[in-house]
Structure formats: C-alpha cells, structure tokens
C-alpha cells in the first residue's frame, strides 16, 4: 500500500510564497505519475500541477508561471513551490500518485491521496 503524507501548508499573505512537500513511503516517486490537487469547499477537486513519470510537467493556466512541481526520486519526495499566492489560491493542497488518464496532461483520478495541507492566503 502506497502512504502520501503531505506537509508545508500554512497561512500567508497575498504575494508570499510556501513550499508544500509529499512523502511517499513504500514505492519510489520515479515509479508514478504524480500530481498535485487543491479544492476549495463546495468545489471539485481540481489538478494544478502534474508531472509524468518520465518527467513531463503540465500546470493548470490559472498557477502557470507561479507554481513549480519538482520530485526528487532518490527522496521519495514530490514538491510543489508556490510563489505570488493570490486570494485564490486558498484551498486544501494534496499530493496524489498513480493517475487514472491524462487530459491535455492533467492528472484524473488518481489511485492515491495525501491527506491534505491547509494553504490561506490572506490580504
């Protein structure tokens, strides 16, 4: 069974950044695709940053250019760095592993979850 744990949300104020990171236990990063989700309450679970297993990356529009995912295999560990946070980037953060299909490069439905990391971005 593979284990995600997620770390590194916090609160921040609009235009700060945070590094959020994923512990995956049992399996070697290099061995999944790997993505990134948030979702906010009332709002479907939506995938912004995605990184294939040979190494492809693709970003949601509304965090290109801010976020950056990275793994580092020999770790075990998936990052996401978010830098000019916006209001709207506020949501729950998880890390996921082992995607379902790709559209356009996006992660969907993904075979693990973290748990999540609070990421408040606040004016």
């Known amino acids: 069974q593979v284990q995600l744990v997620d770390s590194g949300g916090g609160a921040v104020q609009a235009g700060g950044s945070l590094t959020l990171s994923c512990a995956v236990s049992t399996y070697t990063t290099g061995a999944f695709s790997m993505a990134w989700f948030r979702q906010v309450p009332g709002k479907a679970r939506e995938a912004v940053a995605t990184i294939h297993k040979e190494g492809t990356i693709y970003y949601a529009d509304a965090v290109k250019g801010r976020f950056t995912i990275s793994k580092v295999n020999s770790e075990n560990t998936l990052h996401l760095g978010m830098s000019s946070l916006k209001l709207e980037d506020t949501a729950m953060y998880y890390c996921?592993?082992?995607?379902?299909?790709?559209?356009?490069?996006?992660?969907?439905?993904?075979?693990?979850w973290g748990q999540g990391t609070q990421v408040t971005v606040s004016s």
């Open positions: 996921a592993a082992e995607c379902g299909w790709f559209e356009r490069g996006h992660c969907f439905r993904p075979r693990y």
